[in-house]
């Protein structure tokens, strides 16, 4: 399955810099959403100018890695674009990465091979990279010196925690980059009158491509946030006049309880949701309390962040993740997928805005010799061409060789007015290999702290479950927890969760 190229021609982020200032000049560009501060397109164009002569000025160019270890979005947003346009290869580094843990720090430094570092924090003891600090002098970031540079093009270098093996380093070029943003300016019908609302953390490539470039090929306007503030929410889209959300299923649930007298407004469009799977529960309640779209989507950072969507105009099926956009996509039948109907199988990607490999010849076996790319994911497409994810291949539970998808219980459970999160996972059992395990996250916390309320509430998905469920389908025990570790997009870290790393507060069998 496939879709039509790029809506636009796009030949280099200095031309279309050069462009949309010349065409836009005062327009706003990005807003910041608790200040004042905002970036016009021929702001934008004259900072990106100054940062690239500093960048000169310290030796570093074409080639080079540049990390970029910055909390403030609008000025993460300058220098990204700055480094992109200059050549430069740019690193986003997670801000919460400690830099006075020197070893951690430098160890993710020899990962990326960075040349050197761009920072609003003083160097760590004992750095080996040059340190580039950031004041702010007007409005135009100043650093100070130096570094080797060769002559490719550049792009952003982003790397996996590398917490269950060898970190995946995963270059994606520029023009792939903006190859990817042009197809979902495109997708999304964004215009000059549209206006986004990103609160996703900038280091992960979602909010770097499907806001802060696409916002720029569409010539709209973009607000940044420094994170998701749950208070005020509603009135920040109502004062900055959004009609787009960038989300993820984790913000969704949390705008599903409304606060005091704030209304959702209907100026907003859609809310465009990713990097982790959206349970048909969830995206119904939204729809109902807020009547704003919910646009599922499919993506990774191999992809340089979107393989699939669902049309924003258009059928949007519950559950599915859409239609492929400008990415090649098909499913590949396993030999043990039990005779499924409709079949399910592996997901495979290939395409212009694809990596052709990772970096150092890693995970080389995740490529054929065609240069498709096993994402890990397992699927099947309906007979519209809608792609329906049903979990990951080292996510599927062997219940004494009987196949259980995880994400078909989560889908269940999170359908629960009184669930908030939920993860389900395989334990080890003698008898059978492996059962489910489920850990759920209540709404209200309170709940926990009186052991009866907690056990209503077993109960009460027990009897869901054995309502849906086959015996062996159901897990084994329902587990109910304070917090579910997530990363910065919302994502359940489930490799935490094997890992023993949450605290139970109240367990019983199924």
Request: with cysteine.
């Amino acid at each position: 399955m496939e879709t039509a190229t790029p809506p636009h021609d796009l030949k280099s982020l200095d031309a279309l810099i050069e462009r949309q200032a010349t065409s836009l000049r005062s327009a706003p560009y990005l807003l910041e959403a608790r200040g004042a501060r905002v970036r016009s397109f021929a702001d934008l164009r004259d900072e990106v100018a100054a940062l690239r002569s500093q960048l000169d000025g310290w030796g570093l160019g074409a080639g080079d890695r540049v990390g970029l270890l910055l909390e403030d979005p609008l000025t993460f947003a300058s220098w990204f674009l700055a480094g992109l346009a200059s050549g430069v290869w740019v690193a986003p580094m997670d801000p919460t990465l400690n830099p006075t843990n020197v070893r951690l720090f430098e160890d993710r430094a020899r990962t990326l091979r960075l040349s050197a570092v761009v920072s609003e924090r003083e160097a760590p003891v004992a750095a080996s990279l040059p340190w580039h600090q950031v004041e702010r002098v007007d409005s135009v970031p100043r650093v100070v010196p130096t570094s080797p540079s060769g002559h490719v093009e550049g792009g952003v270098i982003l790397s996996s925690s590398g917490t269950t093996g060898t970190p995946k380093v995963v270059p994606l070029a520029t023009s792939q980059l903006l190859e990817t943003a042009s197809l979902i300016a495109g997708h999304n019908r964004l215009t000059s009158d549209d206006r986004g609302f990103n609160p996703l953390p900038l280091w992960h490539v979602n909010a770097e491509v499907v806001a802060v470039l696409a916002t720029l090929v569409a010539g709209s306007s973009l607000v940044l946030d420094d994170s998701f503030h749950r208070t005020g929410f509603w009135k920040i889209i109502d004062d900055f006049e959004v009609t787009w959300i960038n989300a993820v299923p984790a913000i969704i649930s949390r705008l599903t309880a409304v606060q005091g007298d704030e209304v959702p407004l209907s100026r907003v469009r859609f809310v465009r949701s990713a990097s982790a799977p959206l349970s048909p529960a969830l995206g119904e309640r939204f729809e109902s309390l807020t009547g704003v779209p919910v646009v599922e989507s499919y993506g990774m950072t191999e992809a340089a962040s979107q393989i699939c969507a669902n049309p924003v105009a258009g059928p949007r099926k519950a559950g599915s993740v859409g239609v492929p956009v400008g990415v090649r996509v098909r499913v590949v039948p396993r030999d043990d997928d039990g005779g499924t109907t409709p079949q399910v199988g592996s997901i495979e990607i290939n395409g212009s805005t694809v990596i052709s490999a990772y970096e150092n010849h890693t995970y080389a076996d995740r490529f054929d010799a065609e240069g498709w790319l096993s994402t890990g994911d397992l699927g099947y497409f309906d007979g519209d061409g809608y792609l329906f994810i049903v979990g990951r291949s080292d996510d599927v539970i062997n219940r004494g060789g009987e196949k259980i998808y995880p994400l078909e219980i989560e889908n269940f459970l999170a359908a629960h007015d009184e669930v908030a999160m939920v993860v389900v996972i395989g334990e080890a059992d003698e008898v059978f290999g492996q059962v489910p395990v489920a850990y759920v996250q209540p709404r209200d916390p309170a709940v926990l702290h009186t052991p009866s309320d907690a056990a209503a509430l077993v109960a009460s998905l027990r009897a869901r479950l054995v309502d849906a469920f086959a015996k062996g389908h159901r897990p084994s025990s329902v587990r109910l927890v304070h917090h579910l570790p997530a990363n910065g997009t919302g994502k359940v870290r489930k490799g935490a969760v094997r890992a023993g790393e949450v605290i139970v507060d109240y367990e019983e069998a199924i």
